[in-house]
Structure formats: structure tokens, C-alpha cells
Antibody
Framework: EVQLVQSGAEVKKPGESLKISCEAS????????IAWVRQLPGKGLEWVGI????????RYSPSFQGQVTISADKSVNTAFLQWNSLKASDTAMYYC?????????????WGQGTLVTVSS | SYELTQPPSVSVSPGQTASITCSGD??????VSWYYQKPGQSPVVIIY???ERPSGIPERFSGSNSGNTATLTISGTQATDEGDYYC??????????FGGGTKLTVL
């Protein structure tokens, strides 16, 4: 059974760093891309970026370029999303999702989401 | 940048047909996926490659894509279909685009 299990909710202060995770199981981790998606409270879905764990090929949405870092560790089948200096505006639910190939395949499995709260 | 436009809300009576549109420049040249999200839950893909249904998705969900508009059609809408619906496509080979979402209300 394919599963994407995300790390738990986080409460942080502005300026702090954070790394959240998405652990994959039930499929070959290096055969699928992983996407990160942000959902602000009460708002829609926004694409953050994607990574291909096989070769760590990473692409970012222009809106998030330079604001976050996406990485993956093949040895533990896990993708990561990290911030060096959080802002209150980063408060949101973050989802990971997998897909097979850009432009063609959908995000067919999603993690349960990680709620990030940034508040002083 | 490429944009996908959805109506913020659609209302339908139980048993009737609901149509949710997604508009974008030359959208027919791209594959469109549709996702359904209940409050407090993760999105679920219900249509991909314009009109394909993943296993487990009821036949009452269908999709089409022509010209600048993709349409999600829900036949025989049920109360359990209430929630948010998002269309999604690729701007380039690396840029994902989501529509703003449509809240479906079954009155």
C-alpha cells in the first residue's frame, strides 16, 4: 500500500528554522517525483516545488524560490521541506504528494499534511 | 505566469448535475487533473488526463477539456459530494498550476 506519512504539527517563532518530512512507503521511492503544496488557512492549493529523489533534480515555484529548500534522502525514502528563517506568513498546512511524470500524471497519493504555525 | 480560473462556488440540488469549469489559455493543449478536498482532509485526485477516473472514483464523476475550458461534471450529485474542487495543469514541464478552487454546495 502506497503511503506518504508526514511529520507532526510544528509551532515556531519568527526567525526560527524548520525542516518537515514526508516518508514514503509501498513503492519505489526513486521512481516518482515528490511535490510540496501549501494551503494557507481557508485558502486554495499552491505549488511549492518538486523533487525527483533518483537524482535530486529539484524545481521551485517562482513564488517560493529562495524561500524554502526541498531535499530528499533515498536511504530513508524521505523528502524534506525546510526554512532557514520562518515568517508569520509561512503559517499554513503543507502537503507532500507523489506523481510519476511531469505534464502527464496527477498527484495520485498525498500525505496527511503538516500544520506549521509561526507566531511570536 | 499561467493561470487557471474557477468559479468560487457552485450550488446544485441533490440528484442533479453539477458542472465546475476551469479556464486557461489554450487549456486543451494541456492535461488537466481534478482534485476533491473535504474540510480537514488531504486532496484526492478524481479525474486525470482530462477525463480518466482513478480506480475507486464513482462513474458519476467525469471530465472534459476543449478550447480554453476544462469541465468537471458530477451526475446525480449527492450530499457527500460537498467540498472543494481544484483543477490542476502544468504551465511548463516544471511549473504546476492549481485553479483557485470551487466550493460545491448541495442544497
Amino acid at each position: 500500500e502506497v503511503q506518504l506519512v508526514q511529520s507532526g504539527a510544528e509551532v515556531k517563532k519568527p526567525g526560527e528554522s524548520l525542516k518537515i518530512s514526508c516518508e514514503a512507503s509501498g513503492y519505489t521511492f526513486t521512481n516518482h517525483w515528490i511535490a510540496w503544496v501549501r494551503q494557507l488557512p481557508g485558502k486554495g492549493l499552491e505549488w511549492v516545488g518538486i523533487i525527483y529523489p533518483y537524482d535530486a533534480d529539484t524545481r521551485y515555484s517562482p513564488s517560493f524560490q529562495g524561500q524554502v529548500t526541498i531535499s530528499a534522502d533515498k536511504s530513508v525514502n524521505t523528502a524534506f521541506l525546510q526554512w532557514n528563517s520562518l515568517k508569520a506568513s509561512d503559517t499554513a498546512m503543507y502537503y507532500c504528494a507523489r506523481f510519476k511524470q511531469t505534464e502527464i500524471h496527477p498527484f495520485d497519493y498525498w500525505g496527511q499534511g503538516t500544520l506549521v504555525t509561526v507566531s511570536s | 505566469s499561467y493561470e487557471l480560473t474557477q468559479p468560487p462556488s457552485v450550488s446544485v440540488s441533490p440528484g442533479q448535475t453539477a458542472s465546475i469549469t476551469c479556464s486557461g489559455d489554450k487549456l486543451e493543449d494541456k492535461y488537466v487533473s481534478w482534485y476533491y478536498q473535504k474540510p480537514g482532509q488531504s486532496p484526492v485526485v478524481i479525474i486525470y488526463q482530462d477525463n480518466e477516473r482513478p480506480s475507486g472514483i464513482p462513474e458519476r464523476f467525469s471530465g472534459s477539456n476543449s478550447g480554453n475550458t476544462a469541465t468537471l461534471t458530477i451526475s446525480g450529485t449527492q450530499a457527500t459530494d460537498e467540498g472543494d474542487y481544484y483543477c490542476q495543469a502544468w504551465d511548463t514541464s516544471t511549473n504546476v498550476v492549481f485553479g483557485g478552487g470551487t466550493k460545491l454546495t448541495v442544497l
